[in-house]
């Protein structure tokens, strides 16, 4: 078809598809939608029986982005700030609004140290942290890791293998580090 | 109780975690029955989104039995069986007041430019989530509904979240009668959409992935035409070519920040984490929509800078809407469209997890493996 001003012929009818598509066209008028329009006021629709929520108890100072006028009425209290990583994350919340990339950077960086500080802390405690357990790798072998992807012409094939480097890596490298440690160690103590 | 714990990027546990307490006079304590792996809560395992920290409980969809309620709550009670839309929200301020549920102002302290979410890291408000046990739910008065008496529990826990986020994708959209619609993925998220989008009057469906176990999918259950992108050398001119070289009337993003498709963009974004998230099927979405066409973006993407071609959405005059689905506007409707048999959301559920089990829940989830589409989590099939 040249550019003209016709839509392109469609291949089924509305009717076609009504009798095909059990219940074609039910929203065809916007005002079935629930989300049209966007914005609908009704500050009774919740049937909340308060202006302002009744505040929270802050059990420690609680981080709060400096976008905010003052801390909510009601927020989360999983995992509060500790150690290094939460020393980088309270400045993090208390320095940059959430418009600076140093604000998304730091924490960024904070959740790298506070993974690194578990697994530390993790060995000096009954269950020390398994890379083998924790990524759920041995689905791997129930789950027909082979077949899901040979002959699939999946895409993400490409990078999977990136995955074990960084998950495996850093556990190698310390692993490495350690026995190296051990070894010299002992040739000092030969010596 | 029996809680799911991250560990650290691809990394998580099943941990021994005191029950959470009421913090609130509107809380609830849930004890979960059953819950969902969330295609976002991927973005989350593999350490993507900024401040998810080690020891926190994923999980936004779940349903449950009310355990427990705080001093003012009204309309619930102990042993109620409830659906809780995955929103945190406080139904009164600014946003909430005009029906933006997932905007509200007064539930996350870390972030202004989000609203809060259950177990979904700090950066939405640092609520710990329901892949546990039990689990605190604010504003037990606003958010969560009884489930019907003929509503099947699958249904309701799919209602929490992808089924309610697919339909909205596709309200997003405007369509109007005879619009060719394109859904870019064929999650759970991508399938809803392409389903919702025929209730709504779509002319054609097209959902495109690079899973042909997925893309099988949507041609039974959403009844779409579907493109393997992986078989195509450029799946824009594919889209071109299939609409007469107009373009669709309509694009859904429904894959979000980890999309494949370019090894760079992924790798930055998902991998190296140096762009707020892959928009590899957001520049498709932009690329294959007609000029003057919609947008409609629910895949979802970190507050870090993504490299968007925003040059091409101005020159075409788009129109790019987008959200974090308001779960319990869509929830009347989307009742009688499954009383109706319009829809059946269950149908895409493919594996169901025992709590203790999750990390492998999480892998396969993660790796595609196993035909998985959506795996539920049973926290008391121990
Ligand atoms: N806006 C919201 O309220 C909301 C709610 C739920 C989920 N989400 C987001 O929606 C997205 C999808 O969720 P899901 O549960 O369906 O996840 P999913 O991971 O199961 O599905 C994503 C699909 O996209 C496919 N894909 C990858 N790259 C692609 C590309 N370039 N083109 C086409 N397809 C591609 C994948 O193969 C996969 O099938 C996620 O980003 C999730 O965070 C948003
Ligand atoms: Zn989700
Ligand atoms: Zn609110």
């Known amino acids: 078809m040249p550019y003209t001003a016709k839509k392109p012929t469609r291949a089924r009818s509305s009717e076609e598809l009504r009798a095909a598509i059990p219940g074609w066209g039910v929203d065809l008028d916007p005002k079935d939608r629930p989300s049209v329009p966007k914005e609908q006021f009704d500050p009774t629709l919740n049937g909340a029986r308060w202006d302002f929520p009744e505040r929270q108890e802050e059990k420690w100072p609680r981080e709060r982005s400096i976008e905010h006028k003052f801390l909510t009425p009601v927020f989360g209290t999983s995992t509060p700030p500790k150690g290094l990583s939460g020393v980088i994350r309270k400045y993090s919340y208390k320095k940059y609004s959430e418009g600076r990339a140093a604000h998304w950077l730091l924490l960024l960086a904070a959740d790298r140290v506070d993974a690194v500080e578990h697994h530390l802390r993790s060995f000096v405690s009954l269950r020390p942290d398994n890379p083998i357990t924790q990524t759920g790798v041995l689905s791997e072998f129930s789950r027909h890791g082979i077949t899901s992807r040979i002959g699939k012409k999946r895409v993400d094939v490409n990078h999977q293998w990136i995955d074990p480097l960084l998950v495996g890596g850093p556990w190698l490298v310390a692993g490495g580090l350690g026995v190296a440690a051990v070894r010299r160690l002992m040739r000092l103590r030969r010596t | ?382």
């Open chain 2, 1 to 382: 109780m029996r809680a799911m714990v991250y560990r650290g990027p691809y990394k998580i546990r099943v941990e021994e975690k005191d029950i959470p307490p009421i913090e609130h006079p509107n809380d609830a304590i849930v004890r979960v029955t059953t819950a969902a792996i969330c295609g976002s809560d991927l973005h989350l395992f593999h350490g993507m989104m900024p401040d998810t920290r080690v020891g926190m409980t994923f999980g936004h969809e779940f349903v449950g039995v009310v355990e427990q309620v705080g001093s003012s709550v009204q309309n619930l009670k102990p042993g109620d069986r409830v659906m809780v839309p995955f929103n945190v929200y406080c139904g009164t301020c600014y946003f909430c007041a005009r029906g933006l549920y997932s905007n509200c102002h007064n539930v996350n302290a870390n972030a202004t430019a989000v609203g809060g979410i259950y177990g979904y890291s700090h950066t939405c408000g640092g609520y710990d989530g329901g892949q546990a046990e039990y689990v605190r739910v604010p504003f037990a008065d606003i958010g969560p509904s009884l489930i019907p008496e003929w509503m099947d529990e699958e249904d309701a826990v799919l209602l929490t979240d992808a089924l309610a986020t697919g339909y909205f994708g596709a309200q997003l959209g405007d369509i109007v009668e005879g619009d060719t619609v394109v859904v870019f993925g064929a999650g759970p998220v991508g399938l809803f959409a392409a389903k919702s989008s025929w209730l709504m009057g779509a002319g054609r469906v097209i959902v495109i992935d690079h899973l042909e176990y997925r893309l099988e999918k949507a041609r039974t259950f959403a009844h779409a035409e579907t493109y393997n992108f992986a078989e195509y050398d450029d799946i824009v001119v594919e889209m071109k070519k299939a609409t007469d070289y107009l373009g669709a009337d309509v694009v859904i993003d429904a894959v979000g920040a980890e999309a494949d498709g370019n090894f760079l963009q992924h790798v930055t974004s998902s991998k190296f984490k140096l762009q707020g998230g892959s928009p590899i099927a957001l520049n498709w979405a932009i690329d294959a929509v007609r000029k003057g066409g919609t947008v409609s973006v629910v895949g979802a993407y970190g507050p870090m800078f993504s490299a968007v071609k925003f040059g091409d959405a101005l020159n075409k005059g788009l129109t790019l809407r987008m959200n974090q689905a308001p779960v319990k506007r869509q929830w009347p409707r989307l009742f009688d469209h499954i009383r109706n048999g319009y829809l059946k959301p269950s149908d895409i559920v493919t594996h169901r997890i025992p709590l203790e089990h999750i990390a492998e829940g999480y892998h396969i989830f993660s790796a595609k493996l196993d035909n998985c589409i959506k795996p539920l989590i049973l926290p008391a099939a121990n």
